[in-house]
């Protein structure tokens, strides 16, 4: 018989209404010395002080003690003459890094968000999760409240060297040796490429719908041939290939476009959350400037299909891995199922209910009992404690 979840605590949710208000008066008051009309095509609604504030406001709400900090990775990749990804700035660059505090001996947890994410996205789940670990969470390079430096990359193994060299500086300068490494959706692709470049210090890989297990080829995409023939495929795919974001449409939307993602991800979290939706305001997304988000047309081609496929290296894996995925997840678990045919390491894959792409938002207590379960090998064991927590599903 397996084991009912259990029911963590609902954090409150006033996840952004003083950092919405905060930004937005200071995007008005940046404003009066233009014109509307410049100000609208300029307007760029906040920067990194202002999102590492709101974090810190955000983070207050806890109860788990913790340390926010701006950790230097330096001014270029060691060994190299060439400046931080061939940025024309030496100045150094900073990981905005976020601690929590841990018994004494507890496992190290060290967490990656998405795509155009920050580590705030993991808001849910901190508290129960620094209950068992030491739970270290990051702003990967180029995104939050970490540096934002010019993005010149040129290649797929430049772009890949942007996050994953970044990265391990930053371990470095942490003085992290051995951790449990978890990645969502694009972070869960950054996190598969560090632990194949760098397998002697992750104990546990946790992959949460990573993104870029397959590519155009594998996944056989007749729709997309054919989308790609009609007038819309082809500006569609030519946008894409010049590298005009999302982000790239909410900065030309100006005042407007914050609300138009608030709208949305009220929607989108809304649609599969097992009851505790998103309010209005945890909902209020605001962008900065563009860096790392420029990363995604050298990651994948048209459609997300990565350019150089985890799938491809999946008989290099060296280090043990935990699969989640929200059962609406619009990435496929069957690319980790493909994937853990080749594998030579204990490999699982788990399916959470009720959840889809963000399931940790969406279901984050059957996200924390799945997380729980994948590292059960580094908890004292108790009865049952091997069996899958009931209302998971293994596949």
């Known amino acids: 018989m397996r084991t009912a979840l259990p029911r963590w605590s609902k954090l409150p949710r006033d996840l952004a209404t003083k950092m919405a208000d905060e930004i937005n008066s200071s995007a008005a008051a940046a404003s009066k010395s233009r014109s509307l009309w410049p100000s609208v ?72 968000h998405g795509y155009g994410a920050s580590q705030g ?21 180029g995104w939050g409240g970490s540096s934002r430096p010019d993005f010149t990359c040129k290649s797929t193994e430049e772009t890949e060297a ?21 990645g969502h959706s694009f972070g869960g692709y950054v996190a598969a490429k560090y632990a194949l470049k760098h397998p002697e210090h992750v104990q546990h890989l946790i992959l949460v719908g990573p993104a870029g297990f397959t590519s ?68 209020r997304l605001l962008t900065a400037k563009a860096s790392g988000e420029l990363c995604l047309k050298y990651i994948f081609s048209f459609g997300a299909f990565a350019r150089k496929p985890l799938l491809q290296c999946a008989s290099e894996w060296k280090v043990p891995t935990t699969f989640i995925y929200g059962h609406q997840d619009w990435m496929n678990y069957q690319g980790a199922q493909e994937a853990r045919k080749q594998m030579k390491v204990p490999c699982e894959i788990i ?45």
Request: charged share 25%; hydrophobic share 40%.
């Open 162 to 182: 942007w996050f994953i060299d970044s990265f391990e500086e930053w371990r470095k300068a942490k003085n992290l040796s051995n951790f449990v490494l978890l």
């Open 216 to 283: 155009e080829t594998e996944h056989r995409s007749e729709w997309l041939t054919r989308f790609r023939a009609t007038w819309k495929g082809a500006i569609l795919n030519h946008l894409w290939e010049s590298n005009f974001t999302p982000q790239k449409i909410v900065r030309g939307l100006g005042p407007w476009g914050p609300d138009l993602v608030r709208k949305y991800t009220s929607a989108r979290f809304g649609s599969y959350s097992d009851g505790s939706i998103l309010t209005e305001d945890e909902s």
């Open 351 to 395: 399916r959470v209910p009720q959840a889809g792409h963000f399931v940790f938002i969406d279901n984050p207590n059957a996200f924390l009992s799945a997380v729980f379960y994948g590292c059960r090998k580094f908890f004292p064991y108790t009865p049952g404690s091997n069996k899958l927590p009931e209302g998971l599903d293994s596949v």
């Open 41 to 112: 095509l300029r307007w760029i609604p906040t920067s990194t002080d202002h999102i590492i504030a709101a974090e810190k406001r955000l983070l207050s709400l806890l109860k788990t003690p913790y340390v926010q900090e701006q950790v230097n990775i330096g001014s270029g990749p060691p060994g190299s003459r060439v400046r931080w990804f061939r940025s024309a700035s030496d100045e150094p660059r900073f990981i905005n890094t976020v601690t929590f505090d841990a018994k004494e001996g507890a496992p190290t947890l060290v967490m990656v």
């Open 121 to 141: 996205f993991f808001f849910r789940n901190f508290d129960a999760l620094a209950a068992r670990f030491r739970v270290v969470a990051i702003d990967q390079l």
